[in-house]
């Protein structure tokens, strides 16, 4: 298999469920509500992800990828040394500044992210993980419908940097930075938000609720973290699988398992949430690519699993006027400074020593 350079952008979102062993499985719940964790990734001892819990927090993993770490938004991450039933994830409180707002009404809004990737490709034994850190912006109407105006919601990226690990079925582990790369930040969206606690949330300190919207499941879990609402984007999917027709056209059939996109937000008074509350957005996606062109791109004999998260954590807010915003819209705007907000949550361990491993390299 190739080093993971290249990937289309369409359809460069993903993971697949490594197969797993008997005698591995555990169950992820919430230390507070004693429910399940649903999408929490889970990540072996060499710090490949292999996939997501079900809808009952259920994982299975072979036991020689032990000890493994899980991760899901809102929490800390946890570290799972051995086979067990249940692991408890305890809650992560963010520490968010207060958010100014224009004294001035402006129907635009610039805002800034910063932006973490990791994804895991494996095929024909190979395994190759790649940490993207980058600065990105969005220009969109600061409330929903602005006549005449519809903003740009794809990520611009101002600043870029990754770290890549390459650990081969030989035994082979090695490392690389700033390798070509292509990133599936252009399918993370990020729109104008007005989002409303469902009815039996309002007045209580914590509980849950779910509802189904069109073809998507919608979790809503409140406590005294925040107001996290979680989309299960194929859950009206029959086999919760989706194949999209336009990829097998051109031989790049991908079976797409998991789709979850999850946002958490600051609680406040009127139970109704707009972008300026966010605190952090996270996709998580699990495919399998099995077209011939696929195999070929990558010299993969066999299909092939890619792992992929997306946390996206909002930094400033600019408001401007449509004219300002459709001027910038135009221009190239340039890099800007890093901004890492203290709330990012920490890198695990192992990413940690990916990017050490990798500054350690020689100058390029």
């Known amino acids: 298999m190739k080093a993971f350079s290249f990937l289309p952008r ?3 979102l993903a993971a697949v469920v490594a197969s797993a062993m008997p005698g591995g499985a555990f169950t992820v719940i919430d230390s507070l509500d004693r429910l399940p964790v649903a999408a929490a ?16 927090g259920g994982f299975a993993a072979s036991v020689y990828d032990y000890p493994l770490s899980v991760q899901c938004l809102g929490y800390e991450i946890a570290t799972v040394l051995s086979p067990q039933d249940t692991v408890a994830l305890t809650t992560r409180f963010y520490n968010l500044p207060e958010t100014e707002v224009s004294s001035v009404p402006k129907d635009g809004v ?26 990105a912006d969005v220009i969109l109407p600061n409330r929903p419908k602005v ?9 611009r990226v101002r600043n870029s940097r990754n ?14 930075r700033n390798v070509k790369y292509e990133s599936l930040l252009s399918v993370a969206h ?6 409303a606690e469902p009815e039996r949330l309002r007045g209580i300190n914590a509980g849950v609720d779910s509802v189904m919207k069109k073809d998507t499941k919608v979790l809503f879990r409140k406590n005294g973290a925040g107001f996290f609402v979680m989309r299960d984007a194929l859950a009206g999917k029959e086999g919760h699988r989706y194949s999209p027709n336009a990829l097998k056209i051109f031989g790049l059939t991908m079976d797409f398992t ?28 699990s495919a399998l690519a099995r077209g011939k062109m696929w195999k070929k791109m990558l ?9 992929a998260t997306i946390d996206i954590y909002p930094v400033d807010f600019e408001y401007l006027t449509v004219e300002e915003c459709r001027s910038l819209e135009k221009e190239d705007r340039g890099s800007i400074e890093w901004r890492i907000p203290e709330w990012v949550a920490p890198l695990s361990p192992l990413q940690s020593s990916l990017v050490a491993r990798c500054m350690a390299l020689p100058p390029q």
């Open 190 to 195: 990020c729109d104008t938000l007005l989002l």
């Open 147 to 155: 006549k005449g105006f519809k903003g740009h919601n794809s990520m």
């Open 41 to 56: 990734a889970v990540y072996n001892s060499r710090g490949a992800m292999l996939g997501i819990t079900d809808d009952a």
């Open 299 to 307: 010299n993969a004999r066999g299909d092939i699993g890619i792992h």
């Open 110 to 135: 610039k805002v800034t992210f910063f932006v973490r990737e990791y994804n895991t490709m494996i095929a024909d034994g190979d395994t190759t993980m790649v940490l993207r850190e980058c600065m």
């Open 10 to 12: 369409f359809v460069a």
């Open 258 to 285: 998991e789709l979850f996109v999850s946002s958490s937000f600051r609680l406040n008074g009127d139970y109704r949430y707009r972008l300026p509350d966010m605190q952090q957005r996270s996709v998580v996606i």
């Open 163 to 176: 770290y890549a690990r390459y650990f081969l079925r030989n035994g082979t582990d090695s490392v690389a």
